[in-house]
């Protein structure tokens, strides 16, 4: 099948995905509270030369096993600790997540198909933002898309190799993130089977013998040694706190109601969420055929798990974001009006050219006094490079209107009109707003050799770059701090060492 490839768009692709994926990768700080606790964890392993249990802060860390953690470190032996060798990982993972399903697309829907799904990845908002995160679910994805990919091979094929494949990277998802990994196959599988009247050869499959072997090997023995080192703190912290106590309580205040990921949804996937919506309209055709229904029945399945869910973060509901590019990628094969394709991507930049204005509005309702605060420097971040950027995306997707531009060439120019705004635009203007002051006030601790405390803020990226740890105790005379500018009323008398938008390092005056 490879040779048959179309290589301009193959080439065409791979731009986009370098565009999208990889230059940006250091063109914004790590972002709080997650790429920081997951980039500090793996500084505190490459010092500390436990490769078995994270660290943050010197405590101990459950939220995740152990292979991002393990890639992340590799990646920094090979090329420095830096936000390019963090986020690369997940630059990789999201790559092959996008060429697994564009040729499992191929194969079963044809290749205009295949490609309008991988043109709508590498250019949707919640894959750029998760396939640039130095964070576990870039890879998570990856790992639970190959698996339901393997099943529905095998349940086509009933060949052994689709079955043995679909173990190997369930086991590596549960290395990954955990029991989600086993979870989502597991309940799909169970019940595409039973509805197409193959129970037995459901029962045969999740319970083979070599299978279950496999993935004993493979994903069993970090959790065996982890167990060994830290007993039921482990079970406690991970199996219980991080994965039972997610679903049944709201932890760190992540609620919402049963549409918030509707909402998630609808801003997630653009630039091409109308596709996406235009195949739903059709429900008829969703289970007219066993691919289909299969992808509605995944799509249904983690919508309807998260959404029940007491815990309820964005980047959860991107475990059945694959359904939709194949469900978006069919209706756009089928035919969509070029004005549903350009005027909602135009609206929601349009959004963000004058978000800085809308900001500044929206201030006096806004009761959070570090947000009111950053708003203040709003037009610092989000400046003339940002709008420039902003209005040559808008002016370059508004002129498709023309005739001359086809479906194909509408949808490249939007995606690439997008990818550059989103990559080159927003990310890098918020990172200079929210996280750059953090990043420069660790680096001239570092420098200074300070001894700092951490008071009243948690920004697990300031570790990073002071390559230190930092004190939790209640400063005292004398101490160097860093917190928020909000946060400084408490203190009557200190020296400014840094301060910037919403931080300041600061030392008290004996």
Do not use: C
Request: aromatic share 16%; net charge positive; charged share 15%.
């Amino acid at each position: 099948m490879l040779r048959d490839l179309d290589r301009k768009e193959v080439w065409l692709l791979l731009l986009l995905a370098l565009i999208s994926f990889y230059l940006p990768l250091s063109l914004a700080p790590l972002f709080d509270l997650d790429e920081g606790a997951f980039s500090e964890a793996t500084r505190e392993m490459l010092t500390g030369k436990d490769y078995i249990t994270t660290y943050l802060n010197g405590d101990l860390r459950f939220d995740k096993p152990i292979l991002i953690y393990w890639l992340q470190l590799l990646s920094v032996k090979l090329f420095g600790l830096h936000e390019f060798a963090l986020r690369l990982p997940s630059a990789i993972a999201g790559t092959l997540w996008v060429a697994v399903t564009y040729l499992f697309s191929r194969r079963f829907l044809g290749r205009d198909v295949a490609f309008y799904a991988a043109l709508f990845m590498l250019s949707a908002l919640q894959i750029n933002l998760i396939a640039k995160a130095a964070i576990a679910d870039g890879l998570l994805n990856l790992f639970i898309a190959v698996t339901m990919f393997g099943i529905y091979l095998y349940y086509t094929t009933e060949k052994r190799r689709y079955l043995y494949a679909t173990f190997l990277f369930m086991a590596l998802g549960f290395l990954t993130k955990g029991p989600v990994a086993i979870l989502i196959p597991f309940v799909v599988s169970l019940l595409f089977f039973s509805l197409r009247g193959r129970f037995r050869l459901w029962l045969k499959t999740a319970f083979d013998p070599i299978g279950l072997l496999l993935f004993a090997v493979v994903a069993l023995p970090w959790y065996l040694l982890e167990y060994q080192a830290q007993g039921m703190a482990f079970i406690d912290g991970f199996f219980l706190k991080h994965n039972l106590h997610r679903f049944d309580t709201s932890m760190e205040r992540h609620s919402g109601g049963w549409y918030y990921y509707l909402i998630v949804i609808l801003i997630g996937l653009l630039p091409f969420t109308y596709p996406v919506l235009k195949a739903f309209r059709s429900p008829k055709k969703l289970i007219a055929h066993d691919l289909t229904r299969y992808l509605l029945l995944w799509f249904g399945f983690v919508f309807l798990f998260f959404s029940l869910s007491g815990t309820k973060l964005p980047h959860y509901i991107i475990y059945g974001y694959t359904p939709l590019f194949l469900f978006g990628a069919m209706a756009m094969h089928a035919g969509i009006s070029k004005a549903w394709l350009i005027w909602p991507v135009v609206l929601f930049l349009a959004i963000l050219l004058f978000f800085p204005e809308i900001a500044l509005y929206a201030k006096p309702h806004i009761r959070d006094h570090l947000a009111q605060l950053l708003i203040d420097h709003v037009y610092e971040a989000f400046g003339k490079n940002y709008r420039t950027i902003l209005i040559i995306s808008i002016v370059a997707i508004l002129s498709t209107l023309s005739s001359e531009f086809g479906k194909k060439a509408t949808l490249i120019m939007i995606a690439f009109a997008f990818s550059l705004a989103i990559n080159y635009a927003l990310l890098p203007a918020y990172g200079k707003l929210m996280q750059e002051p953090v990043k420069k006030a660790a680096l001239l601790a570092k420098e200074k050799h300070y001894a700092v405390h951490m008071y009243k803020v948690n920004m697990p990226s300031f570790n990073l770059y002071y390559e230190g740890l930092v004190s939790r105790e209640k400063p005292e005379a004398g101490d160097v701090v860093f917190t928020k500018v909000t946060s400084l009323k408490d203190f009557k008398d200190y020296d400014t060492l840094y301060k910037k938008n919403a931080f300041a390092l600061i030392r008290i005056k004996p």
